[in-house]
């Protein structure tokens, strides 16, 4: 069965500083994986995806991730941390069940950045 | 403008009654989700639909249940057999097939008083 798992629930950086946050996936198939972002008491807005074309992706707001498949990771970076990157991240990984897929989401990981 | 909407933002019931939070898209996506939200929990698949009709439990259906009469629509209700509803409930919408692309709406958060 497909899964992720991120690693650190809490995240702070500096502002100007490098954002890294970890997903590591497990899936005996070849996975679709997101990253999706959450400010507070909205809903979740995708960030980017793999689907295979590039191991490295780029998304919106200066964010990108890179499809690691001898370390099963897909860790999230952006160079220079905003103010508004405050938010909480997810993970998710798409769970292929002939005709019955669903995503299953990481636990999260809440950035927060230091002025 | 295409997108998910959810109603109401906010939602307040009494212990022992039924709430119905609706659901509404406008992107012609055939297949349907909704999940709950927790604090440190991430989110938790509750009911999905690939189809108008048609629909399946998901990881946390107990005390939940859904209707899929209308391709746009996906209203899910919280029955008083659910223990603990207070929580943010998450509506999605996407294509059917492996990627499974997910789109959002801003969400319900439903308190129990």
């Known amino acids: 069965a497909q899964s992720v798992t991120q690693l650190g629930s809490h995240v702070s950086v500096s502002e100007g500083a490098l954002v890294l946050l970890r997903c590591n996936y497990s899936?005996?198939?070849?996975?679709?994986l997101f990253w999706y972002v959450q400010y507070p008491n909205q809903g979740l807005q995708l960030l980017l995806k793999?689907?295979?074309?590039?191991?490295l992706v780029k998304g919106i707001n200066g964010f990108e991730a890179e499809f690691k498949k001898s370390e099963t990771s897909f860790h999230l970076t952006k160079p220079s941390a905003h103010m508004s990157d405050a938010a909480e991240y997810f993970c998710?990984?798409?769970?292929?069940?002939?005709?019955?897929?669903?995503?299953?989401f990481g636990t999260g990981t809440r950035l927060t950045i230091i002025p | 403008d295409g997108g998910i909407t959810q109603s109401p933002k906010y939602l307040f019931r009494k212990e022992g009654q039924n709430v119905t939070l609706s659901c509404e898209q406008n992107?012609?996506?055939?297949?349907m989700y909704w999940y709950r939200q927790d604090p440190g929990q991430g989110l938790r698949l509750i009911y999905y639909?690939?189809?108008?009709?048609?629909?399946q439990k998901g990881d946390i259906a107990e005390g939940y249940s859904v209707s899929r009469e209308k391709k746009e629509s996906f209203p899910l209700t919280v029955t008083s057999a659910q223990k603990n509803p207070t929580a943010f409930y998450l509506c999605?919408?996407?294509?059917?097939?492996?990627?499974?692309?997910?789109?959002f709406g801003p969400g319900t958060r439903l308190t129990v008083l």
């Open positions: 999605a919408s996407g294509r059917s097939g492996p990627l499974n692309e997910q789109f």
């Open positions: 998710a990984v798409s769970v292929i069940n002939f005709g019955n897929e669903k995503l299953t």
């Open positions: 639909s690939q189809i108008v009709n048609d629909f």
């Open positions: 899936s005996s198939v070849p996975p679709y």
């Open positions: 992107l012609n996506h055939d297949a």
């Open positions: 793999y689907t295979s074309a590039a191991t």
